[in-house]
């Protein structure tokens, strides 16, 4: 197989996870850089968007450590994995937050206006802070913290699980497309 056909599979599935209400690619882990003491942080994050390029857009409080991990360190990756495809996929790259003036930052706050979602970006206390009341009890106020984060892929490790043996490859992107290079599964 063809490190080409891999990187078409993985492409082919980003565009289908755009379209397809309950595809697997939706929820995927983000990994950042705690700055205090090096380690890694990861949590599952909603995919809002993908880009052509294969950009990838989430949403979350502008206030939540890992907005403050990402400002200190922009290296991030982000894991797809496709079950029934058994495909995984690992992306590193560059995490941004998006301008307010941009307008991909008006587009997602508007969809969270939309469903009703914005109470989540809501709350008196920041994520990850000590609860101020019981469990489902939290305090809302009238301030909105969000904060929609782009990542610019710079690397792609694509590995296809199959029964008659396993794939992969890996992607770096380059200023004319994606440079392949097959890998041992």
Same mark, same amino acid.
């Given at each position: 197989?063809?490190?080409?056909?891999?990187? #078409?599979?993985?492409?082919? #599935?980003?565009?289908?996870?755009?379209?397809?209400?309950?595809?697997?690619?939706? &929820?995927?882990?983000?990994?950042?850089?705690?700055? !205090?003491?090096?380690?890694?942080?990861?949590?599952? +994050?909603?995919?809002? *968007?993908?880009?052509? #390029?294969?950009?990838?857009?989430? &949403?979350?409080?502008?206030?939540?450590?890992?907005?403050?991990?990402?400002?200190?360190?922009?290296?991030?990756?982000?894991?797809?994995?496709?079950?029934?495809?058994?495909?995984?996929?690992?992306? !590193?790259?560059? *995490?941004?937050?998006?301008?307010?003036?941009?307008?991909?930052?008006?587009?997602?706050?508007?969809?969270?206006?939309?469903?009703?979602?914005? !109470?989540? &970006?809501?709350?008196?206390?920041?994520?990850?802070?000590?609860?101020?009341?019981?469990?489902?009890?939290?305090? &809302?106020?009238? !301030?909105?913290?969000?904060?929609?984060? #782009?990542?610019?892929?710079?690397?792609?490790? +694509?590995?296809?699980?199959?029964?008659?043996?396993?794939?992969?490859?890996?992607?770096?992107?380059?200023?004319?497309?994606?440079?392949?290079?097959?890998?041992?599964?």
């Amino acid at each position: 197989m063809s490190p080409e056909f891999l990187l #078409e599979l993985a492409k082919t #599935e980003f565009i289908r996870s755009k379209t397809t209400p309950y595809h697997p690619f939706k &929820y995927i882990a983000l990994a950042t850089v705690n700055a !205090k003491d090096g380690s890694p942080e990861v949590r599952t +994050v909603v995919t809002r *968007a993908i880009s052509e #390029e294969l950009g990838v857009i989430f &949403y979350t409080d502008s206030r939540s450590p890992k907005v403050q991990q990402m400002l200190k360190e922009e290296k991030v990756s982000l894991l797809f994995y496709h079950p029934k495809k058994q495909l995984q996929i690992r992306m !590193k790259g560059r *995490a941004r937050i998006i301008a307010e003036e941009e307008q991909a930052f008006q587009d997602g706050l508007e969809q969270v206006q939309d469903t009703g979602k914005i !109470k989540d &970006y809501s709350t008196v206390a920041s994520p990850s802070s000590n609860l101020l009341a019981g469990i489902g009890d939290q305090p &809302y106020g009238q !301030k909105v913290n969000f904060a929609a984060i #782009e990542v610019t892929p710079e690397e792609l490790d +694509v590995l296809l699980l199959e029964n008659g043996g396993h794939y992969r490859a890996k992607f770096t992107k380059e200023i004319d497309g994606w440079e392949a290079n097959p890998l041992v599964p």
